[in-house]
C-alpha cells in the first residue's frame, strides 16, 4: 500500500520562506520519480493544477517557469523524503501543493494537499 503524507503547509508573509515535506512509503522510493504540483481555483477557469518542480529517479530537476530561483526541490531516498523549500514567496503563491510520485512500473499516486497561503 502506497501512503503519501505532506506537511509543512501553513501561513507566510510575502518575501517570506516555507518547507514542504513529504513522507512516501510502500515503494522503492529511490526508483520512481517525485513531484509537487499546486491547485489554485480559478473565478473563470475554475481549478487548475499545475507542476510547480519534478525530481526524477536519475537525479535531475526541473520547475515551473513562474517559481524557477525561487524554490528547490530535492529528496532524499534514504528516508523516502521529498521536499520543497520555497523562499521570497508571493501572494499567487497561495494553492494547494501535492506530492505527487509516479514511475513507468509503480504508477502514479498523489498526497492529500496541504494548503500553502502568503498573505500579509
Known amino acids: 500500500q502506497v501512503d503519501i503524507v505532506e506537511s509543512g503547509g501553513g501561513l507566510a508573509q510575502p518575501g517570506g520562506s516555507r518547507k514542504l515535506s513529504c513522507l512516501v512509503s510502500?515503494?522503492?522510493?529511490?526508483?520512481?520519480?517525485v513531484a509537487w504540483y499546486r491547485q489554485v481555483h480559478r473565478h473563470v477557469s475554475g481549478n487548475q493544477r499545475e507542476?510547480?518542480?519534478?525530481?526524477?529517479?536519475?537525479?535531475?530537476?526541473n520547475y515551473a517557469d513562474s517559481v524557477k530561483g525561487r524554490f528547490t526541490i530535492s529528496r532524499d531516498d534514504a528516508k523516502n523524503m521529498v521536499y520543497l523549500q520555497m523562499n521570497n514567496l508571493k501572494p499567487e503563491d497561495t494553492a494547494v501543493y501535492y506530492c505527487?510520485?509516479?514511475?513507468?512500473?509503480?504508477?502514479?499516486?498523489w498526497g492529500q494537499g496541504i494548503q500553502v497561503t502568503v498573505s500579509s
Open positions: 505527487y510520485v509516479f514511475g513507468d512500473i509503480l504508477g502514479t499516486y
Open positions: 507542476q510547480v518542480a519534478v525530481a526524477h529517479s536519475g537525479g535531475s530537476t
Open positions: 510502500g515503494v522503492v522510493f529511490s526508483m520512481n520519480s
